[in-house]
């Protein structure tokens, strides 16, 4: 069984299909939220997401998309994206949104947005945060997004190491409970400006998680964003990954 697991795709339909294209066929995808936000194709996103047949949670940019209060914790730029996504997104999206829970379980794994206990806003990003979150799994291993940053936090006999996967590294899971971070599809942060995704290959006895970092067309995407009038920030962070 292989499953792709995207994060943060961010109204991105340029990276996304570069990215579900380089993955080939896969036999499920699980979206960890944000799916819109920032980007300019909000619409055009959960389209081939529900074509695709794709599962998955809320993030907060979803819950704002919503009309929730989270885009008062918002910066500038991102709350002037957002309520351009309010206006822009239409009934299919909000409904194909409102239908996402906050937290999914796909034995073994856990699909938060944020983190196992906090799923919309928690930020994973530090070893004493990830340790409370292992406690916090319900199953050994976990999946969220949120922070863009490829990651994974692992216990190690009650030490928490963080690795930070680039193209092509792969990791075997064990016994060990972990945290997985495939990085953000439509807005990278890293300082790699290609999209980032895992690939979970599932089989008999192992189970593998792969990141793929997929070069996609992001001049296509900032056209469309200037052509809506988007935050120029938002345009530029794309040609760095920051
Ligand atoms: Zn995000």
Same mark, same amino acid.
């Given at each position: 069984m292989r499953i792709a697991v995207l994060s943060d795709i961010h109204a991105n339909l340029v990276a996304l299909d570069a990215v579900l294209d380089a993955l080939g066929a896969v036999d499920a995808i699980w979206q960890l939220g944000d799916v819109v936000g920032y980007g @300019?194709?909000?619409?055009? +996103? +959960? $389209?081939?997401l529900r074509e695709r047949g794709a599962v998955g949670v809320r993030g907060n940019h979803d819950a704002a998309a919503l009309g929730g209060p989270e885009i008062e914790y918002f910066n500038p730029d991102a709350r002037r994206a957002m309520e351009w996504t309010r206006r822009t997104i239409g009934p299919a999206t909000r409904r194909w949104l409102s239908g996402l829970p906050e937290r999914l379980i796909e034995a073994p794994f856990t699909l938060v947005h944020g983190s196992p206990r906090d799923p919309i806003w928690e930020y994973? /990003? %530090? #070893? @004493?945060?990830?340790?409370?979150?292992?406690? #916090?799994?319900? %199953? @050994? =291993?976990?999946?969220?997004g949120h922070t863009h940053l490829p990651s994974v936090f692992r216990d190690d006999d009650g030490r928490t190491e963080l690795l930070s996967p680039s193209d092509r590294s792969s990791i075997g899971l064990d016994r060990r409970r972990l945290l997985v971070n495939p990085g953000s599809v439509g807005q @990278?942060? $890293?300082? $790699?400006?290609?999209?980032? #995704? +895992?690939?979970?290959?599932?089989? $008999?006895? /192992?189970? %593998? #998680? /792969? =990141?793929h970092r997929v070069a996609y067309d992001i001049a296509a995407t900032q056209a469309r964003m200037r052509r809506f009038g988007l935050p120029g920030r938002l345009v530029e962070r794309l040609d760095y990954g920051l």
């Open positions: @300019p194709e909000p619409d055009g +996103v +959960v $389209d081939r994973v /990003t %530090t #070893a @004493p945060v990830a340790r409370r979150n292992l406690e #916090a799994l319900e %199953t @050994p =291993w976990g999946l969220h @990278p942060r $890293d300082g $790699d400006p290609r999209a980032s #995704a +895992v690939i979970l290959q599932l089989d $008999d006895e /192992t189970v %593998t #998680a /792969t =990141w």
